[in-house]
Protein backbone atom coordinates (compact mmCIF):
# COMPACT_ATOMS: atom_id res chain seq x y z
CA UNK A 1 0.00 0.00 0.00
CA UNK A 2 2.68 2.29 0.99
CA UNK A 3 4.38 1.40 -2.39
CA UNK A 4 1.41 3.31 -4.69
CA UNK A 5 1.32 6.23 -2.41
CA UNK A 6 4.99 7.01 -3.45
CA UNK A 7 3.90 6.53 -7.10
CA UNK A 8 1.01 8.27 -6.53
CA UNK A 9 3.34 11.07 -5.27
CA UNK A 10 5.92 10.86 -7.47
CA UNK A 11 3.41 11.43 -10.57
CA UNK A 12 1.96 14.63 -8.57
CA UNK A 13 5.46 16.06 -8.08
CA UNK A 14 6.29 15.55 -11.42
CA UNK A 15 3.79 16.78 -12.22
CA UNK A 16 3.34 19.90 -10.49
CA UNK A 17 7.47 20.21 -11.99
CA UNK A 18 6.19 20.65 -15.47
CA UNK A 19 3.72 22.97 -14.82
CA UNK A 20 5.28 24.99 -12.43
CA UNK A 21 8.81 24.71 -15.21
CA UNK A 22 9.50 28.32 -16.83
CA UNK A 23 9.11 26.87 -20.26
CA UNK A 24 5.70 25.80 -19.72
CA UNK A 25 4.74 28.69 -18.02
CA UNK A 26 5.91 30.77 -20.82
CA UNK A 27 3.81 28.63 -23.35
CA UNK A 28 0.74 29.13 -20.94
CA UNK A 29 1.18 32.64 -21.10
CA UNK A 30 1.43 32.64 -25.17
CA UNK A 31 -1.50 30.89 -25.09
CA UNK A 32 -3.83 32.71 -23.01
CA UNK A 33 -2.44 36.35 -24.33
CA UNK A 34 -2.88 34.87 -27.63
CA UNK A 35 -6.32 33.99 -27.24
CA UNK A 36 -7.59 37.20 -25.78
CA UNK A 37 -5.56 39.35 -28.14
CA UNK A 38 -7.28 37.32 -30.84
CA UNK A 39 -10.64 37.68 -29.49
CA UNK A 40 -10.60 41.10 -28.96
CA UNK A 41 -9.76 42.12 -32.33
CA UNK A 42 -13.27 41.60 -34.16
CA UNK A 43 -14.71 42.96 -31.04
CA UNK A 44 -13.14 46.03 -31.09
CA UNK A 45 -14.19 46.53 -35.08
CA UNK A 46 -17.53 45.77 -34.13
CA UNK A 47 -18.59 46.86 -31.08
CA UNK A 48 -22.12 47.17 -32.61
CA UNK A 49 -22.53 43.76 -33.28
CA UNK A 50 -20.44 42.95 -30.11
CA UNK A 51 -23.11 44.52 -27.90
CA UNK A 52 -26.02 42.89 -29.77
CA UNK A 53 -24.38 39.30 -28.73
CA UNK A 54 -24.31 40.85 -25.79
CA UNK A 55 -27.89 41.49 -25.33
CA UNK A 56 -28.43 37.95 -26.73
CA UNK A 57 -26.95 36.53 -23.33
CA UNK A 58 -29.74 38.48 -20.99
CA UNK A 59 -27.96 38.71 -18.39
CA UNK A 60 -26.87 42.47 -18.31
CA UNK A 61 -28.81 45.34 -17.44
CA UNK A 62 -29.66 47.19 -20.72
CA UNK A 63 -27.42 50.61 -19.68
CA UNK A 64 -24.54 48.53 -19.33
CA UNK A 65 -24.84 46.35 -22.19
CA UNK A 66 -22.79 49.01 -24.67
CA UNK A 67 -20.14 49.85 -21.82
CA UNK A 68 -19.68 46.57 -21.48
CA UNK A 69 -19.27 45.42 -25.38
CA UNK A 70 -16.93 48.62 -25.86
CA UNK A 71 -14.87 48.34 -22.52
CA UNK A 72 -14.31 44.03 -22.42
CA UNK A 73 -12.76 43.62 -25.60
CA UNK A 74 -9.67 46.47 -24.67
CA UNK A 75 -9.21 44.97 -21.54
CA UNK A 76 -8.94 41.42 -23.14
CA UNK A 77 -6.19 43.23 -25.66
CA UNK A 78 -4.49 45.11 -23.08
CA UNK A 79 -4.53 42.28 -20.11
CA UNK A 80 -3.78 39.92 -23.66
CA UNK A 81 -0.95 42.15 -24.78
CA UNK A 82 0.83 42.29 -20.66
CA UNK A 83 0.41 38.71 -20.01
CA UNK A 84 2.64 37.62 -23.31
CA UNK A 85 4.95 40.97 -22.61
CA UNK A 86 5.57 39.24 -18.78
CA UNK A 87 4.55 43.05 -17.45
CA UNK A 88 1.83 42.72 -14.99
CA UNK A 89 1.12 39.69 -14.88
CA UNK A 90 -0.91 38.51 -11.86
CA UNK A 91 -2.75 41.58 -11.77
CA UNK A 92 -3.51 40.90 -15.63
CA UNK A 93 -3.61 37.06 -15.61
CA UNK A 94 -5.97 37.78 -12.60
CA UNK A 95 -8.29 39.89 -14.29
CA UNK A 96 -8.60 37.54 -17.74
CA UNK A 97 -9.25 34.85 -15.55
CA UNK A 98 -11.72 36.57 -13.86
CA UNK A 99 -13.41 37.52 -17.47
CA UNK A 100 -13.26 33.66 -18.12
CA UNK A 101 -15.10 33.20 -14.88
CA UNK A 102 -17.47 35.29 -15.99
CA UNK A 103 -18.00 33.79 -19.22
CA UNK A 104 -18.14 30.63 -18.03
CA UNK A 105 -21.20 31.59 -15.75
CA UNK A 106 -22.76 33.54 -18.99
CA UNK A 107 -22.72 30.13 -21.19
CA UNK A 108 -23.79 27.88 -18.43
CA UNK A 109 -26.79 30.34 -17.60
CA UNK A 110 -28.14 30.32 -21.75
CA UNK A 111 -26.86 26.59 -21.77
CA UNK A 112 -28.76 25.20 -19.06
CA UNK A 113 -31.72 27.83 -20.50
CA UNK A 114 -31.52 26.24 -24.02
CA UNK A 115 -30.62 29.51 -25.73
CA UNK A 116 -28.90 28.75 -29.09
CA UNK A 117 -26.63 32.03 -29.22
CA UNK A 118 -23.34 33.76 -30.88
CA UNK A 119 -21.25 33.19 -28.28
CA UNK A 120 -19.22 36.40 -29.40
CA UNK A 121 -15.68 34.75 -28.55
CA UNK A 122 -14.24 35.12 -31.66
CA UNK A 123 -16.29 36.85 -34.31
CA UNK A 124 -19.28 38.98 -33.92
CA UNK A 125 -20.13 36.85 -37.05
CA UNK A 126 -23.99 36.31 -36.56
CA UNK A 127 -23.45 32.94 -37.98
CA UNK A 128 -20.12 31.91 -36.04
CA UNK A 129 -22.03 29.75 -33.45
CA UNK A 130 -20.41 26.87 -31.25
CA UNK A 131 -21.72 24.34 -29.35
CA UNK A 132 -22.01 25.12 -25.65
CA UNK A 133 -20.36 22.11 -24.11
CA UNK A 134 -17.01 22.82 -26.37
CA UNK A 135 -16.89 26.39 -25.26
CA UNK A 136 -17.19 25.52 -21.39
CA UNK A 137 -14.93 23.09 -22.00
CA UNK A 138 -12.31 25.30 -23.75
CA UNK A 139 -13.26 28.48 -20.94
CA UNK A 140 -12.50 25.88 -18.14
CA UNK A 141 -9.18 24.61 -19.83
CA UNK A 142 -7.95 28.59 -20.20
CA UNK A 143 -9.31 29.10 -17.03
CA UNK A 144 -6.89 26.69 -15.32
CA UNK A 145 -4.01 28.03 -17.38
CA UNK A 146 -5.15 31.96 -16.12
CA UNK A 147 -4.68 30.68 -12.30
CA UNK A 148 -1.69 28.23 -12.52
CA UNK A 149 -0.35 31.93 -14.29
CA UNK A 150 -1.45 33.96 -11.53
CA UNK A 151 -0.85 31.40 -8.76
CA UNK A 152 3.10 30.67 -9.75
CA UNK A 153 3.53 33.71 -10.49
CA UNK A 154 2.06 34.68 -6.78
CA UNK A 155 4.43 31.87 -5.61
CA UNK A 156 7.29 33.33 -7.13
CA UNK A 157 6.73 37.39 -5.71
CA UNK A 158 6.29 35.43 -2.18
CA UNK A 159 9.76 33.68 -2.51
CA UNK A 160 11.21 36.81 -3.66
CA UNK A 161 10.89 38.53 -0.28
Not at 58 to 65: R, V
Not at 79 to 85: D, E, K, P, R, S
Not at 120 to 128: A, E, Q, R, V, Y
Amino acid sequence: MRKGKTIVDKMWRNFKKIINNRYTLLVFRLILGGIFIYASLDKIAHPDQFAKIVYNYKFLPHSLINIFAIIVPWVELICGIFVIAGIFVQSSSAILSLLLVSFIIALSVNFFRGLDINCGCFSTDPKGKEEGAILLIRDFVLLAIGLQIFLSNLRRLNNAK
